[in-house]
């Protein structure tokens, strides 16, 4: 998608397009832009918390086993932290609250309204669990898990861009972002061709700055173990959506004069800065193993040990006949017809 050049300076980008699409219909399946990007998002995330786990000396792959409890309970909890911040979209007189049959209802997750902070929540819960099944150690997994999660955010953000959805304030900067006067989120009384603040591409960039540094941390400060990169990305994170959600001017509910998810980045924060302190407090030195105390690498028990050990065969051919002696007396008698009758 190109992006638009007006005529205020020769060459000098003026404007961010909105995509003119934001879905594709396969017969009678509509896929929609946003939820590839979020799928795209958890399979980057999934293969560089793997490779970071894998060289931690964790079991290839055992991100697979945790994710599948992560995954969906992460895609419940943001659901239900959106509706829950957004009671007004779904309950009350006129609204249908709870048939799956009909639009507008909590169910239709299809419709959009997820929060990350809810998926924080409820990928945290699915992670312990998953953690505890598998035996890798919960903060071990943490730590893998913050480089690719915020990069799954930043690729996320871009379903917003398809979605034509959660920009800024108006804004007069050469990179405002175009969005249709149409628009059911375009503010009334603004002249059409008004440009707003893209805080999606805000949000991608600082992200994506984010993957940068906790890669550059991990490598640089192996120290960094036992939960604290996880709680650096946790500051990090929730630092810049303060100021994102500052500029926003979709609905959200409004709690002491700031949106729910400022408050929730605030919480972020204050969570991310226990975590630092109490975890260094706590753990002075290295992560011993990935692994819980008494628990280990599965693949490794099934290894096959080396055939050169002739011990590890067993001899399956017929055991020879042992030979008769001519003469010998035998060892058995036929019974006579005596013995036959009784």
């Known amino acids: 998608m190109s992006l638009a050049l007006h005529s205020t300076f020769s060459g000098v980008l003026a404007s961010i397009p909105s995509p003119p699409v934001s879905y594709i219909d396969l017969g009678p399946l509509r896929i929609h832009f946003y939820a590839l990007c979020i799928i795209a998002g958890i399979i980057a995330a999934v293969l560089l918390t793997n490779h970071r786990l894998t060289r931690r000396g964790a079991e290839p792959w055992v991100v697979i086993d945790i994710s599948i409890l992560a995954v969906p309970l992460a895609i419940i909890g943001a659901r239900i932290f959106h ?168 609905p959200s509910e409004i709690i002491l004069g700031l949106r729910s998810n400022v408050w929730a980045s605030i919480i972020g924060i204050i969570v991310g800065l226990a975590i630092l302190v109490v975890q260094s407090r706590r753990h002075l030195g290295l992560e011993p193993s990935p692994y819980q105390p008494g628990r280990g690498r599965n693949d490794l028990a099934a290894d096959v040990e080396s055939q050169d050990n002739t011990s590890d065969f067993v001899d399956l051919s017929e055991p020879p006949s042992e030979e008769v002696t001519a003469g010998a007396s035998a060892t058995s008698t036929a019974p006579t017809d005596t013995e036959s009758s009784r």
């Open 83 to 250: 509706v829950l911040t957004h009671p007004n979209f779904y309950f009350g007189e006129g609204k249908n609250t709870w048939n799956p049959f009909e639009p507008g209802s909590v169910w239709a997750i299809w419709e959009g309204g997820i929060a990350i902070f809810g998926a924080l929540i409820g990928g945290a819960v699915g992670a312990y669990l998953g953690c505890r099944w598998t035996g890798i150690r919960f903060w071990t997994f943490a730590d893998a898990l913050a480089p690719g999660l915020l990069l799954a955010q930043a690729m996320g953000r871009f379903g917003n861009w398809f979605n034509h959805e959660l920009f800024g304030l108006p804004t007069d900067l050469p990179w405002g972002l175009e969005i249709e006067s149409d628009n059911s989120a375009f503010p009334p009384g603004l002249p059409e061709g008004t440009l707003f603040h893209p805080t999606f591409l805000y949000e991608v960039i600082w992200n994506v700055l984010g993957v940068i540094v906790l890669l550059w941390l991990s490598r640089k400060a192996t120290a960094l173990q036992w939960g604290k990169l996880f709680a650096i990305y946790l500051i990090w994170y929730s630092a810049g959506r303060v100021v994102w959600e500052s500029i926003r001017i979709d």
